[in-house]
Nanobody, 123 residues
Framework: QVQLVESGGGLVQTGGSLRLSCAASELRFSRFGMGWFRQAPGKEREFVAAISWSHTSTTYADSVKGRFTMSRDNARDTVYLQMNSLKPEDTAVYYC????????????????WGQGTQVTVSS
């Protein structure tokens, strides 16, 4: 069965950096667009970033543009989210997801989801 496993979350101070990874298995990874979403306590899940299957196109939420960078390594079936200049408002559980759509900001267009990894940014 398809599995997406996130890692790399943790506790970091404001202004710090983290790199999240999401490893896929049992998936024709290179044929899927991939996305990162996050959910803060008491809030709805929101889009963070997405990348096309060919990694030639990316899109970011305005709140993270210029600070976060999404990339993928199709040889390793893994996507990454490099997060720099972290802020307390970035605190959330971060989820990766896979979509048969080229790439999408709409969570309803994602077919598979990981279990999430916690990111906490202290002030």
């Amino acid at each position: 069965q398809v599995q997406l496993v996130e890692s790399g979350g943790g506790l970091v101070q404001t202004g710090g950096s983290l790199r999240l990874s999401c490893a896929a298995s049992e998936l024709r990874f290179s044929r899927f667009g991939m996305g990162w979403f996050r959910q803060a306590p008491g809030k709805e899940r929101e889009f963070v970033a997405a990348i096309s299957w060919s990694h030639t196109s990316t899109t970011y939420a305005d709140s993270v543009k210029g600070r976060f960078t999404m990339s993928r390594d199709n040889a390793r079936d893994t996507v990454y989210l490099q997060m720099n200049s972290l802020k307390p408002e970035d605190t959330a559980v971060y989820y990766c997801a896979a979509s048969t759509i080229l790439y999408s900001r709409n969570e309803n267009q994602y077919d598979y989801w990981g279990q999430g990894t916690q990111v906490t940014v202290s002030s």
